[in-house]
């Protein structure tokens, strides 16, 4: 599980959500995530996921993790694309 950090840009690979960016906010003990994309799922309300329907990016947001950052930093890095593979 130590591949994935807070902050980092992840996208769904699974489930009726595939394809959608989110932000990791939170690690969990059993190979689980909590997720925030700032619109639907926010800091306060976030999607918990398997690390095993992610697929990790090499980008991390490293400034606070509210709302309005998360959804600037998901803008910002919209055209990273989803290739399959993991970083």
């Known amino acids: 599980m130590g591949l ?3 902050g980092q840009l992840v996208t769904s690979r ?3 959500d595939s394809g959608k960016k989110y ?3 939170e690690s969990c003990q059993d190979n689980h995530v ?3 994309d ?3 799922r926010k800091v306060d309300r976030p999607k918990r996921k398997n690390v095993k329907h ?3 990016h090499g980008v991390i947001l490293e400034a606070p993790l509210d709302d309005k ?3 600037d930093f998901l803008e910002q890095h919209s055209h990273v ?7």
């Open 4 to 6: 994935l950090k807070i």
């Open 14 to 16: 699974m489930g009726r």
């Open 23 to 25: 932000v990791v906010i």
């Open 34 to 36: 909590r997720l925030a």
């Open 38 to 40: 700032g619109f639907v």
């Open 54 to 56: 992610l697929i990790a």
């Open 69 to 71: 950052a998360i959804r």
């Open 81 to 87: 694309e989803n290739l399959g593979e993991e970083e």
